[in-house]
Each structure stands twice: as structure tokens, then as C-alpha cells.
């Protein structure tokens, strides 16, 4: 069974900065990008912020982080941390973790982690 374990999440002023970081379960064989989205209340689950975990890591940002947001990755560790900074309330949201991955003798599949809350007080 696939498990994304997310932490980091937590309280903090704008301006502030949180790391998040999610790790994928060792029954994972291989995969093709893991990444961060967010939902806030009463709006549709948003992306954040993917990163390849082949080649040279390409990584993709939604415009409203791009400069603030890092995602970065640990290929051996199966892991994604999404180092973010100058927070605003407006990235107030439940930060969930993705991955496009496949587990020995399975197919390409989405998972998702159980989500994270980030809280940036004004």
C-alpha cells in the first residue's frame, strides 16, 4: 500500500516562511513526479508546485508562489520538501502532497497524502 506522510504544516505571520515536507512510502518502485497542491475553503485543490524525479529535476510553479515557493526533492529518500517563504494569508490552505507513481507490478497511478493545514495570520 502507497502512503504519503506530510509535515510541517503549521501557524505562522505573514511575511513567515514554513517548510513542508512528504515522504512516500518504501512499497513505491518508481516515480515520475511528486508535488504540492492546496485547497482553501470553499475553492477547488490548486497546484503548487511539481518536481521530476528523473533527469535534471524540471520543476513547475503555479504563478501566485513563483519567487517565494522551492520545491526540491530526495530521490533516495523518496521525498518532496516545499520550502516556503514571505507567506501572505492568501496561501492559507490544506496542503495536500502528490505523486505520479507506480509500485512493483503496478500501473501508473496518482496518490495523494491526508493533507497538511498552513495558516498565515495577517
Known amino acids: 500500500q502507497v502512503q504519503l506522510v506530510e509535515s510541517g504544516g503549521g501557524l505562522v505571520q505573514a511575511g513567515g516562511s514554513l517548510r513542508l515536507s512528504c515522504a512516500a512510502s518504501r512499497s513505491i518502485f518508481s516515480i515520475n513526479t511528486m508535488g504540492w497542491y492546496r485547497q482553501a475553503p470553499g475553492k477547488q485543490r490548486e497546484l503548487v508546485a511539481t518536481?521530476?524525479?528523473?533527469?535534471?529535476?524540471?520543476?513547475n510553479y503555479a504563478d501566485s508562489v513563483k519567487g517565494r515557493f522551492t520545491i526540491s526533492r530526495d530521490n533516495a529518500e523518496n521525498t518532496v520538501h516545499l520550502q516556503m517563504n514571505s507567506l501572505k494569508p492568501e496561501d492559507t490552505a490544506v496542503y495536500y502532497c502528490?505523486?505520479?507513481?507506480?509500485?512493483?507490478?503496478?500501473?501508473?497511478?496518482?496518490?495523494w497524502g491526508q493533507g497538511t493545514q498552513v495558516t498565515v495570520s495577517s
Open positions: 502528490n505523486t505520479f507513481a507506480r509500485t512493483v507490478g503496478g500501473r501508473w497511478s496518482d496518490y
Open positions: 518536481i521530476s524525479f528523473g533527469g535534471g529535476g524540471a520543476t
